[in-house]
């Protein structure tokens, strides 16, 4: 599997070559060449910024079709926290969690339930570990991929527990296993995602081997499938009680939740990539010095404003807070068992995909070129190079895959020199006497 696989992808056929997604894109993934945008996958975080910018939907999360529950003979649904801020007046999850079952899965494993263990795992971690503090919670995928890229000297600031959906899934797997004495390949482990950085997360784990998750839905695709089901299971007083969390839980839907759920009050938490990108920075700079955590949400809001979601994050945080109301605490708690699986396997390492040269000697001077370029564009930042900046376009061209003449005034000065030049050699006094 190459390990820069992206679930944002584009659809030529509908992209219109405009420059909206070029000057969203956080981390100028994005270019646009004979008239349609490209993503390098090897910078693109799978944030979904450009699938909410473009005006055309050219761009498009990659997720599995419904029909994956056919491939296994037992399946799992892994709600989301946040699946349960798009439901108007829901006053119990068991509803959502019954309509599930009545969809097609055999069973649920709320995801909420395993973040309340992985908040009581990183509650003990942080306090065990305070040489390493502030430690920064590994929840986002997308933001520890814009950490592995960009920000090298903070990975060891990353908390090397397992997500939420990472243990949640090899908990029910275990569970589904020795109900039903299949074998756990047999066994189908669906997450409902919010968002499509989870998909890349997938099939691309950061931190462990090989995720337990085998397949992703969008939760825009399930949302009008349940709610139909979930009437009909009210009007039957049919309601199974499925429910493993309770506040902690259920608050890691929304920015804030996760480290709510540490029970501290030195902790930073900042949602939306242009906040987390002006966090980091910030940190890698020793701004920090007195929190033991940082949260940082990739979506605004956290998790409820993920591109796959349907309702308005700031009106799901609204949902999410009114339903754990008059719920308890916490209802999942920690064994041993479940601690020694929860932690992260493999190390991150730095990918310098941003880097010039191959080498400190080249990249100075490349670098140096890129900077000779850049004073020779005019620094409007227009994008009608297909390039997010004019420093952008000077990298793109240093690296070989753009031309200076990309750039519109420079492209119009040589227009002008060569319209110049062909004057004058068109001009009586320089034309050849007639024989």
Partial sequence: ????????????????????????????????????????????????ECIRICPHHAKQAYYDPLSILKEYEYNV?????????????????????????????????EVSGAAE??????????????????????????????????????IEHLLPVKAPVDLAASLAREKARKETGL?????????????PAKVSAVKTPLGIEKSDVDGVL??????????????EAETA?????????????????????????????????????????????????????????????????GCVGGVLTVENPFVAKVKIKRLRKYMPVACNHLEDSNEKNAYWTEKVRYEPVFKLGMDIKESIAMMAKVEELYERFPGLDCGSCGAPTCKA??????????SEKDCIHILREYIHKISGEMSMLDSPGRRPEPE
């Fill in 1 to 48: 599997m190459d390990k820069f696989f992206t679930a944002v992808r584009l659809d030529e056929s509908l992209c219109k070559g405009c420059i909206n997604c070029i000057k969203r894109c956080p981390t100028q993934a994005i270019r646009v060449r004979n008239g349609k945008a490209a993503i390098t996958k090897e910078f693109c975080i799978d944030c979904g």
């Fill in 77 to 109: 649904a892994l709600p989301a926290p946040s699946l349960y801020g798009q439901f108007n007046n829901l006053d119990d999850v068991n509803i959502v969690l019954t309509a599930l079952k009545r969809m097609g899965f055999d069973d649920v494993y």
């Fill in 117 to 154: 263990l992985v908040s009581e795992i990183s509650r003990k971690y942080v306090e065990e570990h305070k040489d390493l503090w502030p430690f920064i919670s590994t929840a986002c995928p997308s933001v520890v991929r814009l950490i592995r890229v960009r920000f090298p000297n903070l």
């Fill in 183 to 195: 074998p756990a390949h047999r066994i189908g482990i669906i997450f409902i995602s919010p968002c």
């Fill in 218 to 231: 969008a939760m825009k695709e399930v949302y009008p499938r349940l709610l139909p089901l979930m009437k």
């Fill in 237 to 301: 007083q049919d309601i199974e009680e499925l429910a493993i969390s309770g506040k902690i839980g259920i608050s890691w839907g929304g920015s804030g939740g996760e480290a709510g759920g540490l029970l501290t009050d030195s902790y930073l938490a900042a949602d939306g990539i242009e906040n987390v990108i002006r966090v980091l920075e910030d940190l890698e700079d020793q701004k920090f010095s007195s929190l033991e955590f940082i949260e940082l949400n990739a979506c605004s809001g």
């Fill in 393 to 402: 376009l000077a990298e793109d061209v240093v690296r070989g895959v753009a």
